[in-house]
Nanobody
Framework: QVQLVESGGGSVQAGGSLRLSCVVSEYTHSTYAMGWFRQAPGKEREGVASFGDDASTRYADSVKGRFTISRDNAKNTVYLQMNSLKPEDTAMYYC?????????????????WGQGTQVTVS
């Protein structure tokens, strides 16, 4: 079972930046696709950014041009760089892994999840 541990959340003012990190216990066939999701109180979990083993990427329209997903295989870490943050970005952010080969924003395609890290933008 792949284990994912997120960090890097916090409280920032609108317009600020944060970089989330997700340490992956191991890269296997279960981590072909990696994604970042978020869930605000009373809302459904939504895909924010993902990349696939085929180098494809997907971003939610609401974060395009502001967020960047990246991966450092040497450190077994996936990052989410978040710039120009807005109050509506406030949510719990989760890292997840999937056996899908392509980038995917459907949470049902992901089987391993981290515990989440809170991002609050005021």
């Amino acid at each position: 079972q792949v284990q994912l541990v997120e960090s890097g959340g916090g409280s920032v003012q609108a317009g600020g930046s944060l970089r989330l990190s997700c340490v992956v216990s191991e890269y296997t066939h279960s981590t072909y696709a990696m994604g970042w999701f978020r869930q605000a109180p009373g809302k459904e979990r939504e895909g924010v950014a993902s990349f696939g083993d085929d180098a494809s990427t997907r971003y939610a329209d609401s974060v395009k041009g502001r967020f960047t997903i990246s991966r450092d295989n040497a450190k077994n870490t996936v990052y989410l760089q978040m710039n120009s943050l807005k109050p509506e970005d406030t949510a719990m952010y989760y890292c997840a892994s999937s056996q899908a080969l392509a980038a995917c924003d459907n949470p049902l395609a992901y089987h391993s999840w981290g515990q989440g890290t809170q991002v609050t933008v005021s």
